[in-house]
Nanobody, 124 residues
């Protein structure tokens, strides 16, 4: 059974940092692009970042560019989202998602598998 499990969320003060993890089980990530998304209360889910299956391509939403870094360790079957300089508007549930790709692609939509999410709250 293909499964993604996020961890690393929590409460942090503005300006602080968190590192989210997304662990895959039931399949190997080598052939899958990974995306991170978030959904704030009362808002639609939005794309945050993506990384191609070998990590050669990454992309970020303008709202997080320069503050967030996506990475992956295929040997550990895990991807990460390092979040620095956090702002209250980053408060949301963060989800990781995976989709199998033929080419080395970083995509913003069309993901097939989703985790349950981890809560990130930025507040003083």
């Amino acid at each position: 059974q293909l499964q993604l499990v996020e961890s690393g969320g929590g409460l942090v003060q503005p300006g602080g940092s968190l590192r989210l993890s997304c662990a895959a089980s039931g399949f190997t990530l080598d052939y899958y692009a990974i995306g991170w998304f978030r959904q704030a209360p009362g808002k639609e889910r939005e794309w945050v970042s993506c990384i191609s299956r070998r990590g050669g391509k990454t992309n970020y939403a303008d709202s997080v560019k320069g503050r967030f870094t996506i990475s992956r360790d295929n040997a550990q079957n895990t991807t990460y989202l390092q979040m620095n300089s956090l702002k209250p508007e980053d408060t949301a549930i963060y989800f990781c998602a995976a989709t199998r790709t033929v080419l080395s692609m970083c995509i913003r939509s069309g993901y097939d598998y989703w985790g349950q999410g981890t809560q990130v709250t930025v507040s003083s």
